[in-house]
């Protein structure tokens, strides 16, 4: 009993201890050199005639060490007298990266570090810093970098800290092989990574190099490219097999895919008071999903018309969430459940590591604001989009709970280099093609991307110089502006050249649900000159001309994804409307593509149509009508079908395509850089303003084998065709090959 009073007592004594508070009727500071009475007051916020006790007192000296000004802070209150005691930090006079001749990637390394020129020197940041030195090193290749420090004080208590860096070799990545039950092409998996295999044509691109970035965001994609095709229980490890020669590395992937599994049922769990009719919608997609492949795109899909209800005032607090639950022959049942969670707000988002970005871009493409209750579907819509702008290596984020209520949102942003130089090359049956260019991606830290770009075949030499702002005057809105010139020479043949210049200002944004709205003004000069042997209709077209126009297009694309696309669909229409100008025409198309996978064949089907017509008499130019390309009817030559006047290939009003094509199955291991595909084509290209005798309207068609080979020298596209049906005058190839890559 007497061991419990003593125990009570003195807890009674610390709880006395903590509690006493005295007023602070003045405060003192001692031993401050530098840094004034008055900052040291703002900082610790403290106010005079207020009560202070020990755990006031406690929070004083984390403020004042929270400025990194100070080495030691120490308190005493007495008598209403509040001392400050401090020892100031040094402040850091130079900061010097020794080992490293490119400027650029110095000034990469200074903006990442801590500590800064002119700025208090705290000591503890010197190892942080090196792990970030380290960490840029790695990411750029260099695996085998050492850094060490130096630090030299000054008579002036000053410091100068010095990185010494032995940057080593580069570790190459000579190799990328994928092991396990990974089910695809090696070459399939290859494309679907950020890291590349080092070629000599690839002596531009860092992705060459050993990065355990680019490692890790290559297993997200792996693991997402499976999980959308049905294995569910995929698994991805990574090891690298360092080489003995020159410290080279062959990067593996192990593939635990396992089998495909099938939604067997689907579950709608509301709340109990929510009305399912608002929900119909959601439920009648969870029934679609019922006896198809699991896809983790397509849960996603659907989760974020939840995202739509959360926006509407009846349902302001919705979240969804998914359980799967495995049942025997690869089986699942779903049950998509959505819940009304507690009323809860963001009260603060804070933006880190933004040295070149302005925050407002990062800011302007959140779901969520201050003030604004918080939603986790609308978060990871926000963490998305800032992803999507293709200018951070790494983006990361935490929540703090401030209150009961009330969340604060911490943005970490790693910015990449966001220059670009790019070339390439190619050559087939039409002849050689080069091109290259510059791009910036993130210009004036306003995420505003620049391009510039020539390419050079044996009919064009084209160039060009675009800016697009993606977020125009923060709208929302694409803004884009381009500045082209061409000149075109088609005197065989087609009888014609040409020599164009102009610019184009347009913009574009979501207009509703998918639905990509884009207008667009354009004012050219062309100068037209043709054959000597051309008809005379051709030849009064010769002369200068200014065109301008007004255009606009929908696209409604509804593809499960951008590349390697296996499923959905994709509608666009667009329409040239003439303006002030002599000229006339019109333009109208409509294209629309479906993708469907069958087994490990991805089956695609599009329908497309075109017009172009000229208002009352007038005829339209020969350098603006419509031709089919190879690439849309294979087995013809390009633009080589359709009316002809005086030998030359004048083109159409009218042109209708369909193109029908299927993936072949892998037929053996030793084939694994080769795809196979079977396909139909079918167009025409009819109508002719001046002389309906001059039309040639019949329906071509072909089918075919087309090989993808991907070689070492950079893709080889080859195709048999057979043609089913043409024209006397179409000129035919039953043979057609494309070899080119970019460096």
């Known amino acids: 009993m007497f061991k419990i009073f003593n125990i009570i007592f003195f807890l009674f004594l610390i709880l006395i201890n903590k509690s006493h508070a005295d007023i602070v009727k003045e405060v003192r500071i001692l031993n401050n050199e530098r840094i004034t009475k008055e900052t040291i007051l703002v900082f610790s916020d403290i106010k005079i005639g207020t009560n202070y006790n020990a755990n006031d007192l406690d929070k004083v000296i984390k403020d004042l060490y929270k400025t990194n000004f100070f080495s030691n802070v120490s308190l005493d209150l007495s008598n209403g007298i509040l001392t400050i005691n401090v020892i100031e930090n040094q402040i850091i006079q130079n900061i010097v990266i020794n080992g490293i001749k490119k400027k650029e990637l110095v000034e990469i390394l200074k903006k990442q570090l801590l500590l800064k020129d002119k700025n208090p020197f705290v000591e503890n940041f010197v190892s942080n810093d090196i792990e970030r030195i380290q960490k840029i090193l790695k990411n750029s290749g260099y695996y085998f970098s050492k850094v060490s420090d130096q630090v ?18 580069k570790a190459y990545i000579k190799a990328i092989e994928f092991i396990g039950d990974k089910y695809y092409k090696d070459r399939l998996l290859r494309n679907i990574i950020v890291s590349e295999e080092d070629k000599f044509w690839k002596f531009i691109t860092n992705r ?31 090891s690298l097999v360092e080489f003995t020669e020159n410290n080279n590395f062959k990067l593996v992937y192990n593939i635990t895919a396992g089998p495909k599994f099938t939604i067997s049922k689907s579950e709608l769990v509301l709340p109990i008071d929510y009305n399912f009719d608002d929900f119909k919608k959601i439920n009648k997609k969870l ?3 019922e006896g198809k492949t699991y896809s983790l795109n397509k849960l996603n899909k659907i989760a974020k018309e939840v995202d739509k209800l959360t926006l509407r005032n009846n349902y302001e607090f919705l979240n969804a969430s998914f359980n799967e639950t495995i049942l025997d022959e690869n089986k699942i049942n779903l049950k998509f459940k959505i819940t009304e969670f507690e009323k809860k707000y963001l009260s603060k988002v804070n933006v880190f590591g933004n040295n ?26 926000s963490i998305n989009n800032i992803r999507s702008l293709n200018i951070f290596s790494k983006v990361e984020y935490k929540l703090e709970t401030v209150e009961e209520n009330k969340k604060i949102l911490n943005i970490n942003v790693e910015e990449k280099p966001t220059g670009e130089i790019f070339a390439s090359a190619g050559t087939g049956t039409t002849g050689t093609t080069f091109g290259g260019g510059v791009k910036e991606n993130n210009f004036l830290g306003k995420n505003i991307k620049l391009n510039t770009n020539l390419r050079v075949s044996e009919e064009t030499i084209k160039g060009a110089f675009s800016v697009a702002n993606p977020n125009w005057n923060y709208s929302n809105k694409t803004l884009v502006a381009s500045i082209e010139s061409s000149v075109t020479d088609r005197m065989t043949d087609y009888g014609y050249e040409t020599g164009k210049t102009g610019f184009t200002f347009g913009s574009a944004w979501e207009q509703y649900d998918d639905i990509i709205f884009s207008p667009k003004l354009s004012l050219f000069y062309e100068k037209l000159d043709t054959n000597q042997d051309a008809s005379a209709n051709l030849k009064k077209q010769e002369g200068e001309y200014v065109d301008s126009s007004f255009a606009y297009g929908f696209d409604l694309d509804k593809r499960n994804q951008r590349f390697q696309t296996s499923d959905g669909y994709r509608s666009r229409f667009n329409q040239s409307i003439p303006i002030l100008t002599e000229d006339t025409a019109f333009f109208n198309s409509y294209e629309f593509t479906t993708f469907h996978q069958i087994a ?11 017009a172009i017509n000229a208002i009352g008499d007038e005829d339209v130019r020969i350098s603006k009508r419509l031709t089919i390309p190879s690439k849309k009817l294979r087995g013809f030559e390009s633009g080589k079908i359709g009316p002809i006047d005086s030998g030359d290939f004048i083109g159409g009003n009218y042109t209708a395509v369909l193109n029908a094509s299927t993936t072949l199955p892998e037929f053996g291991s030793n084939l694994e850089t080769i795809d196979f595909q079977l396909f139909f084509d079918a167009a025409n290209v009819w109508g002719v303003d001046y002389d309906s005798t001059l039309d040639n309207s019949h329906l071509r068609s072909s089918v075919g084998l087309g090989v993808d080979w991907y070689t070492l020298v950079g893709p080889l596209n080859f195709s048999i065709t057979q043609t089913l049906s043409k024209a006397d005058s179409d000129k035919t190839e039953s043979v057609r090959f494309n070899i080119g890559t970019t460096f």
Not at 152 to 169: A, K, M, R, S
Request: net charge negative; glycine share 4%; charged share 35%.
């Open 152 to 169: 030299i004080e000054n008579n002036n208590n000053t410091v100068d800290v010095i990185y010494n860096i032995d940057l080593g070799d």
């Open 208 to 238: 060459r190099f050993l990065n355990p970035e680019n490692i890790k965001l290559d297993k997200r994609l792996l693991k997402n490219y499976f999980l959308n095709r049905g294995h569910y229980k995929v698994s991805i490890d990574d």
């Open 287 to 289: 029934k679609k999903l």
């Open 600 to 610: 490990d064949m991805i089956t695609r089907l599009s329908i497309q149509g075109s």
């Open 356 to 381: 070149i970005t302005e925050e407002r871009v990062i800011r302007d493409n959140l779901e969520v604001d201050e003030g604004d209750p918080f939603n986790e579907l609308l978060l990871a819509k």
